[in-house]
């Protein structure tokens, strides 16, 4: 019997394949837009492993030069024979065969310091140190570099991309720095009775491992946004699910009272449509498990070199298959359709065996449903609010929790104001066809509600992202107009040079502002003091958050100091607040942003620089000059001192590659903006399909009434428009309170700066007009189906009455 | 003469799986007159229902002619039949097709106002003469049966059609209801001038109107 109840309930699918391409493929869509970023965040997560693993002394205490500069090799020996357990590390990028590499050199031998070298073991440590030499590579670096370089390139599936490692004196040689040394790894267990740190290297200080330099911990909030964006796309394909079950449930309605009449227990009926699900569910995940690598592989690229300029964390451009995700995919499907099937299961089960299919009834419940939403609706949306003041400094998971709060209630409150609307219209409407039309459109709004919430959430993420990337864009270029206030910039690698190149420099430039960062703690955190020389350009340009009179004769007479702004909302400080650099605490002058750094800074003038740190030297400067003497400029340096080209930059090359940096982060995020988008077009897309075979009986009368299916057709095509407008009306506070949050408390939270809003009417206009364009394009195969049916089609309605 | 049908034939194609084409109108020919009621009967499949969709321009026949009020509409686009249909012909159907997102009041105004001749004035006589005065605010869910069927009749008579077409308007009532409704639709069509074409299976209820005629096979007997 249950065999035959299958083939019979089965068979609904056979004769609506529309409907089974409809569920299949919402499913899929959604599995594969979660499915994607799943992969993109894995294949990421395991970039850092592998770099954490290989590079392990980042998890290391390490000996560094205050000054941030190289340590000299005659200070690491001098450690050495003090008993101090350390060993050397030389790091630094170049161009090998057009690739910008980073090399890392260390000394094998100075294990057990060095444990974990862990590639390099297979092949033995005599090839490594010994000439030529060997360096080792993950595959697609080694592929683009073997044959190009010497020595031999060895393939480590344990490397992170870009990355070489190689014994330090070949990587001293490929450098071109043989005497210096960028840190000293300190192994765990040192002699009690060695010298102490400051009296054998004065010029050196410890670097614990800051919870700053995890790379996972750093990117974090980037998946963070990746699966957020994920969890909304999943939720808008979710939208097209639970349309599609719902009306196929409402559809078989009467078989199901005939297959319960003739003896089918409601049990077995509700575990043939659960094995029914099932199917879809695993056949739906299969497919979207399948799209989602095509997407993440299309998009992996972006991300890896997001994850590089932004974070400096090594991320491959290649995409593995992992179980995890796969199997995530999968149970994401599974329990997708669990939430999208599971209330029409139980109405099901719940049916008595004589209750009428009713859909009018139906909608009269949804109508009085709309009060009680509209409630919920509101609740949710009292308790976004709420969430966004209750935590301060911010909270990540409080601003998320606020933004699923306002999203799921603005979802829910739509139909009640698309009601309200439609309502309105209808009192105002003149006119027979009018009059129907608002009326009309009305009764559709509970078949519609679902692609309409779709709509809604899709347009508000598009608004609120776009919102936040432009406030972004346009903050971030003015601020980088702030900070790089120099017109070229010269790192001389020393001191020793940094002095040689000044008399070449005093030539040329109008004015040279001295240049030194270091490594301090700033109220207890591990950070970097800057000097800031006196000068009218720092004034005129530095961005300063709170503005305020005296702050640069401050400043220069070493009353105080500036902060950034990540340090202020880590330590809560305010100005006038005192902050400790290294122990000495000195007054805040004002707050600065400092956009796209991750750690506290500080900023202090030249004598109080020179009295907390008085042996830095400076290295770099920032010189005002005219650009157009540069190449003079740097063929002088690179010619009589040794400069690389990489030590000589001018603004326009570092405006234009932090710009580049800028754009590919959100390259990624505009994506998937354009995929949710398309995602809720094909929900309108398949619920007017789904409607449209429900609403012959009611449009057949019109026409036998003198209406002909072109205007019918067209009606509809204006439906969708019109629908899809005011969604788009409605989805404008929502993306703004979206870019609100993202601006003033996820960013805060999760990068410790705050953003200007920046409103781009322009945008939304368009926004507005591409929304309506998707609602038409979706609505024009069914309007053009219904203005070309054929009589017989619409005459089925009067005849299949009898 | 209102509606002069003239040799008329319909005939559908093969269903898939069969190979006889159904030949459901042969050479039909009739005729009405304004302020005549004439009762079309026949067994289930004669091709009474087909008649009536012919003569409201909802299908087209094979050949002959269908005159309204003068005029061939055989030839006729498809614009051009909406237009007769809204201003010439009121339908009333057996399910009573109302469209149930406008209230009574609506309805009843709809295919007069659809047709730029709406009549307040004659409307609220209508809507008043079948009872339905009382219930204008009301969505059709909420009416009955017989009620629905009151509200159809009103929609075709408000817009004072010249031909009424009426297939089975009282298949889906009792009797009595039945009965109450065909003298609510006889005394507004007589008074409104109109011709009435009424299909129905009840030798009784075509014994009220003014003439009858039998189709059977496709042919009238």
């Known amino acids: 019997m249950k065999r035959a109840a299958a083939h019979a309930l089965w068979s609904h699918w056979r004769r609506h394949p529309g409907q089974a391409l409809t569920l299949v493929l919402g499913l899929a869509l959604a599995t594969a837009l979660w499915t994607g970023v799943q992969a993109i965040n894995a294949e990421a997560r395991a970039s850092y492993a592998r770099a954490t693993a290989v590079l392990t002394q980042d998890a290391q205490t390490t000996l560094i030069a205050r000054d941030g500069g190289t340590i000299p090799v005659a200070t690491y020996v001098r450690l050495r024979r003090a008993g101090w357990q350390v060993a050397p590390v030389l790091e630094g990028t170049t161009r090998l065969a057009g690739r910008t590499v980073t090399l890392l050199g260390l000394d094998p031998l100075s294990g057990p310091v060095l444990p974990q070298t862990a590639p390099l073991g297979s092949g033995g440590i005599a090839p490594f140190i010994g000439p030529p030499g060997q360096l080792y590579a993950a595959p697609d670096t080694a592929a683009q570099l073997n044959g190009a370089v010497q020595p031999e390139i060895v393939v480590s599936d344990d490397l992170p991309p870009d990355h070489l490692i190689g014994d330090i004196a070949l990587v001293a040689r490929l450098l071109g720095r043989p005497d210096h040394l960028t840190r000293l790894v300190l192994a765990p267990a040192q002699a009690t009775d060695l010298p102490p740190l400051d009296q054998i290297a004065p010029a050196l200080i410890r670097a614990d491992p800051a919870p700053g330099s995890d790379l996972a911990g750093l990117t974090d909030s980037f998946h963070l946004n990746l699966t957020a964006f994920a969890a909304l796309a999943f939720a808008v394909g979710l939208f097209i699910v639970h349309s599609a079950i719902g009306l196929a449930f409402e559809q078989r309605r009467p078989m199901y009272r005939t297959l319960r009449a003739l003896g089918l227990s409601a049990r077995a009926l509700t575990g043939l449509l659960a094995l029914e699900l099932l199917a879809v569910a695993l056949m739906a995940g299969l497919l979207g498990v399948a799209m989602g690598y095509g997407i993440a592989a299309a998009l992996l690229p972006d991300v890896a070199a997001t994850l590089r300029g932004l974070y400096g964390a090594p991320a491959r451009d290649s995409l593995g298959l992992r179980p995890g995700w796969i199997a995530a995919g999968l149970l994401m499907s599974l329990l997708g359709t669990v939430v999208a099937g599971g209330q029409a299961l139980w109405r099901l089960h719940r049916l008595p065996i004589l209750a009428s299919a009713a859909p009018r009834a139906w909608r009269r419940a949804s109508t009085k449903g709309l009060g009680w939403q509209g409630g919920l609706a509101g609740l949710l949306l009292l308790a976004a609010g709420l969430l966004t003041q209750t935590a301060a400094p911010p909270h990540l998971g409080s601003a998320f929790a606020s933004l699923a709060a306002m999203m799921l209630g603005a979802a829910l409150a739509l139909p009640p104001l698309l009601a309200g609307l439609l309502a309105l219209g209808t009192r105002l409407a003149r006119g027979p066809v009018a009059q129907w039309f608002w009326a009309d459109s009305q009764q559709q709004l509970p078949g519609l509600s679902l692609a309409l919430m779709a709509l809604l959430l899709a347009l508000a993420a598009n608004i609120g992202v776009s919102t936040m990337v432009g406030s972004f864009r346009t903050t971030f270029t003015g601020w980088l107009d702030q900070r790089l206030v120099a017109d070229v910039y010269i790192d001389a690698g020393s001191p020793e040079t940094a002095q040689a190149v000044l008399p070449a420099l005093r030539q040329t430039a109008t004015a040279i502002l001295p240049r030194i960062t270091t490594e301090a703690r700033l109220n207890g955190h591990p950070g970097e003091v800057q000097l800031l020389s006196d000068d009218h350009s720092y004034r005129d340009h530095w961005p300063l958050l709170s503005p305020a009179a005296g702050v640069w004769e401050g400043l220069a007479e070493g009353r105080g100091a500036l902060i950034n702004e990540q340090l202020a909302y880590r330590s809560g400080l305010a100005p006038g607040d005192p902050v400790t650099l290294d122990g000495t605490a000195l007054p805040i002058l004002a707050i600065y942003s400092d956009y796209g750094n991750p750690r506290p800074q500080a900023i202090v003038g030249a004598a109080t620089f020179a009295a907390l740190f008085p042996d830095r030297a400076v290295q770099r400067y920032g010189l005002h000059m005219d650009p157009e003497d540069l190449p003079a400029l740097r063929l002088d340096l690179e010619g009589r001192f040794g400069l690389r080209p990489d030590q000589i930059i001018d603004q326009a090359s570092i405006k234009a590659a932090s710009l580049r940096v800028f754009e590919q982060t959100f390259t990624v995020t505009a994506a998937l903006n354009v995929l949710t988008l398309g995602v809720a077009g094909v929900a309108i897309l398949t619920s007017l399909l789904t409607l449209a075979s429900l609403r012959l009986p009611q449009i057949a009368p019109l026409w036998a009434l003198g209406m002909t299916r072109a205007r019918l057709g067209q009606l509809e095509l204006l439906r969708a428009g019109v629908l899809a407008l005011f969604t788009a009306i409605l989805a404008l506070p929502v993306g703004l309170a979206l870019a609100w949050i993202l601006l003033a408390r996820v960013n805060v939270a999760a990068f410790g700066w705050r953003l200007p809003m920046v409103l781009f009417p322009g945008d939304w206009a368009l926004l507005g007009g591409i929304a309506v364009l998707a609602a038409l394009a979706a609505a024009a195969w069914p309007a053009r189906r219904l203005a070309t049916r054929p009589a017989a089609d619409l005459l089925k309605v009067f005849a299949s009455e009898r | ?221």
Do not use: C
């Open chain 2, 1 to 221: 003469m209102l509606l002069q049908v003239q040799s008329l034939t319909k005939t559908y194609p093969a269903a898939p799986g069969t190979d006889a084409a159904r030949h459901v109108l042969s050479g039909v020919s009739l005729t009405l007159d304004a302020g005549e009621t004439l009762a079309l009967t026949g067994e289930s499949g004669s091709g009474k229902s087909t008649l009536m969709t012919l003569i409201a321009g909802l299908d087209r026949p094979d050949s002959g002619q269908i005159r309204i009020e003068g005029a061939d509409i055989a030839g006729w686009p498809d614009r051009r039949l909406a237009q007769m249909r809204r201003r010439q012909i009121g339908l009333i159907f057996q399910q009573f097709n109302l469209i149930p997102s406008l209230d009574v009041a609506a309805n009843l105004a709809f295919q007069a106002r659809l047709a730029g001749r709406f009549d307040q004035g004659w409307t609220a006589i209508v809507a008043q003469r079948l009872g339905l005065d009382g219930h204008l605010s009301l969505y059709p869910e909420q009416l009955s049966g017989g009620q629905q069927q009151r509200v159809a009749i009103g929609r075709a008579l408000a817009a004072r059609p010249a031909l009424v077409l009426a297939d089975e308007p009282t298949g889906n009532l009792d009797e009595a209801t039945a009965d109450r409704v065909i003298d609510l639709m006889l005394e507004l069509v007589i008074d409104s001038g109109a011709g009435l074409l009424m299909v129905t299976h009840s030798s009784r209820l075509a014994a009220r109107l003014g003439r009858r005629t039998h189709l059977s096979h496709g042919r009238l007997a």
